[in-house]
């Protein structure tokens, strides 16, 4: 069974996970771009990448896609931004046909006993799948956190199956 797991914000990624193998088939950093809003470089989701990313999670079998379920707080900046990805990211599996379920972060995070920190985070990912560490580290050894969230989400979606 192939599973995905999405991470939605502009740091995140998606990852397809085997279930049956075990084995991490693909991580894509949430695809993104710089624009510039009132005077300031500001990043935004690249929705024509998002798609086709989504699309090659159809041809390659993904069964079900998890994506986490967040939203903005308050007065929390980007959070207008986070909750417009998240609604894009459902839209794309709907239009694709895609099965697609949400999962809280405490949910999910509780389950497999993961620290709410990003480096937390990124060592649990690591234990969790420990033949394929490098793909949560960038090339100087820096976090990939938001691979490391997608990859646990997907093995709590095979949890689920």
Known sequence: MLIAGIDPGLDGAIVAYDADAGTLLAPWDMPTY???VARRERRRLDLVEIDKVIETLVL????VVWIEDVAGRG?????????????VLHAFCVARRLRYE????GAW??????????EGATQRAEALFPKQRALFRG??????DGRAEAAM?????????
Do not use: C
């Open 34 to 36: 710089s624009k510039l």
């Open 60 to 63: 390659i079998g993904v069964d």
């Open 75 to 87: 007065n929390q900046v980007g959070g207008g931004q986070l909750s417009y990805g998240v609604g």
């Open 102 to 105: 949400v999962i809280s972060p």
């Open 109 to 118: 995070k509780a389950r497999l006993r993961a620290p709410a920190g990003k």
């Open 139 to 144: 090339p100087k050894g820096g976090k990939m």
């Open 153 to 161: 989400i997907a093995f709590y979606g095979a949890m689920r199956k």
